[in-house]
């Protein structure tokens, strides 16, 4: 197996990485709060993204306008996360950053690169802008209001530092792939250039999902894992079996001693 087919391999199994923390999400689903749901919608999407991809790869040979789809997920359950952690005065700024991004991605999808021709490095810039900036803010405005609790304690705090990972970097990759893809380079050029350029995008990705699932794990589960096992499975219900000597139990109380009782005395 040669090098391209190992990075390329690498590449499709970091693409999963968004099934880790809808399953962390999953079992936890009843627990999450209010301001955290886009998130878990978040997550649900791109799993389901995920299988996407994989059938149009096999049945259309064409997955680009997954990269459209996948942006406008992003940017929108995000950003509806962020007008719901920060104060109230930044939502009027928040709606408007949302519908400039979606205009750029109108654009971008009919007349600037194609929903089917190549991947949306405007709209996927437009987009990571408006995330990073709300994130620096999230960041900002918890740091300088007083918690009782550190950072590291506050889930929101690690929604900030995925979308810090993921988003500051992938307009980079975006970008490099929309000018691969229009350099006129040979079929196997561009596909080996192609896997160089998606292997920092695809560990982004796996640690911006680990950053989610981390934040995921800080609710408590839906069930006790006891309460999870099927009835028959649960220790509640097992026995100690009873000994048996040829064929016959031997229950524990048919092994207890009598203590023995004193002589009675005979009469003089």
């Keep these: 197996m040669s090098n391209w087919s190992e990075l390329n391999i690498i590449n499709r199994t970091l ?47 064409n997955d680009v306008y997954l990269y459209h789809l996948a942006t406008v997920v992003l ?8 007008r719901r952690l920060l104060p109230e005065r930044f939502n009027k700024h928040i709606i408007l ?21 190549d991947v949306n490095a ?8 408006l995330l990073v900036l709300l994130a620096i803010l999230h960041i900002t405005h918890i740091t300088s209001a007083v918690h009782e609790q550190p950072l590291e304690k506050q889930p929101e705090f690690f929604l900030s530092l995925a979308v810090l990972a993921y988003c500051s970097c ?11 893809y229009n350099m006129g380079y040979s079929t196997t050029t561009t596909i080996r250039l192609d896997r160089i350029i998606t292997s920092p995008e695809m560990v982004l990705l796996a640690t911006q999902m680990g950053l989610l699932a981390w934040m995921f794990c800080f609710f408590p ?15 509640s219900h097992w026995h100690l079996r009873p000994f048996r000597l040829l064929g016959q139990a031997l229950s524990s109380k048919a092994g207890k001693l009598k203590p023995r009782q004193a002589p009675a005395r005979l009469p003089h």
């Design 15 to 61: 693409e999963a990485a968004p099934l880790i923390p809808f399953a962390c999400a999953w079992v936890r689903r009843h627990h999450i709060p209010y301001v955290l749901r886009p998130v878990y919608y978040f997550v649900g999407i791109k799993s389901v993204l995920y299988f996407l991809n994989i059938l149009s790869r096999f049945a259309f040979r």
């Design 75 to 82: 940017v929108v359950l995000l950003a509806q996360t962020y």
């Design 97 to 117: 950053g949302v519908w400039a991004f979606a205009a750029v991605a109108v654009l971008d999808a009919v007349w600037l690169d194609g929903l089917f021709k």
């Design 122 to 129: 405007y709209s996927q810039a437009t987009g990571c802008t």
């Design 170 to 180: 992938s307009v980079v990759s975006y970008l490099a792939l929309s000018i691969v």
């Design 221 to 235: 589960l839906n069930v006790a894992p006891t309460q999870a096992l099927p009835r028959w499975l649960h220790y």
